[in-house]
């Protein structure tokens, strides 16, 4: 009780936009809250925490013989897309260049206005990859560019991401995602921000579901996923997704030298002695795993901008507060005999 009476101090003293957070070690429930009038029901815009969601689609594709290889070029996919005269570096990006996001892009910042107003996100995004930057290179796109892949996915399983996602991942854990929202205009899309309880897929005018944010979950499902790569892709006995594809993922393929972090497939590699890892959104939304610790730590968050670092809060509050939790429990229950 004195741990959960002082983590939830911090939290309100200095993460006041948490809505809701869950606890998982050993696969059994150790802490589970939810703050600002939000309950188990509530679902929350985990933004970029959806890249994740994609690498976890993508590697079930594999699985399933619909792509290949992430060796493939990323244009394999779309035979009908005409590269400009000139434009080599395009041809030769591959789904892992995209996957570790070492993919370069024409833009200097992300032309979003130009973008959003488009009908089609992945065409937009196959218009800016490329250019003069080299293959290799980090360069983190939050939005714009991630769209390719769930263009891939289309393409390779000819379903839309969120069937393919509902009929492989989310029935299977019993997560529920209601169908796509789609902006008709700017405002629409600028008042959904500020929406709660939000439900659904964000998708483009053509149907294809955001990879780069967009899509909404409960705290529940987040540790869910979470859960399955801690179990190395099985869910209830089944394996959901290959523990190979789990294991490349979320070990170091690129380096954000800003921000001192590795990244494997769309996760962000925490610590690779403990093979920790994370999917991480804006505004402070997080599926954290840490293998050898089996400690899975979900926390799903409203949108401010700059929120605190919840790296900081799992590593330095929750870790330690619950990696012991029953030792703590038996040493205080013996003191008390």
């Given amino acids: 009780m004195l741990l959960k009476t002082k983590l939830e101090k911090i939290i309100n003293s200095s993460y006041g936009n948490i809505g809701g957070m869950i606890v998982l070690k050993d ?20 933004f970029s925490v959806t890249k994740s969601i994609i690498s976890i689609l993508i590697g079930i594709a594999i699985d399933k013989g619909y792509i290949k290889s ?81 263009g891939i996915l289309v393409k390779a399983t000819g379903q839309s991401v969120l069937n393919f996602a509902t009929k492989y991942l989310f029935s299977p854990l019993n997560i529920h995602v209601e169908g796509n929202i789609v902006f008709r205009n700017e405002e629409e899309q600028l008042a959904w921000y500020k929406e709660k309880n939000v439900k659904g897929w964000v998708a483009d005018r053509a149907g294809v579901n955001a990879a780069g944010w967009g899509l909404n979950l ?72 840490n293998a050898k610790k089996k400690m899975i730590v979900a926390i799903a968050s409203f949108f401010v901008p700059k929120a605190k670092d919840r790296l900081k809060l799992i590593k330095k509050y929750i870790e330690p507060a619950f990696e012991d939790c029953e030792g703590t429990m038996l040493r205080h229950i013996k003191k008390n005999l």
Avoid at 27 to 45: C, D, P, R
Avoid at 244 to 270: D, F, M, P, V
Wanted: with cysteine; proline share 4%; hydrophobic share 35%.
């Fill in 70 to 150: 992430i060796n493939q070029k990323a244009l394999d996919f779309f035979p009908d897309y005409s590269v400009k005269r000139g434009e080599k570096t395009i041809q030769k990006v591959t789904l892992k260049d995209m996957l570790t996001m070492t993919a370069p892009y024409k833009y200097k910042s992300e032309p979003y206005t130009e973008y959003f107003a488009s009908d089609n996100w992945v065409n937009s995004a196959l218009d800016l990859l490329g250019g003069k930057g080299k293959i290799g290179e980090f360069r983190y796109t939050p939005l714009i560019g991630p769209d390719i892949l769930s």
């Fill in 27 to 46: 696969g059994k429930t150790l802490y589970e809250n939810y703050f600002k009038e939000s309950s188990a029901a509530s679902t929350f815009h985990v």
């Fill in 218 to 289: 409960t705290p529940a499902d987040m540790a869910k996923i979470g859960q399955l790569c801690l179990n190395e892709g099985i869910w209830d006995g089944k394996q959901i997704i290959s523990p190979a594809w789990i294991n490349e993922s979320t070990k170091e393929h690129s380096r954000c030298n800003q921000w001192k972090l590795s990244y494997g497939y769309l996760w962000w590699i925490i610590d690779d002695k403990e093979h920790a890892y994370a999917a991480m959104g804006d505004g402070g939304n997080v599926i954290y795993v």
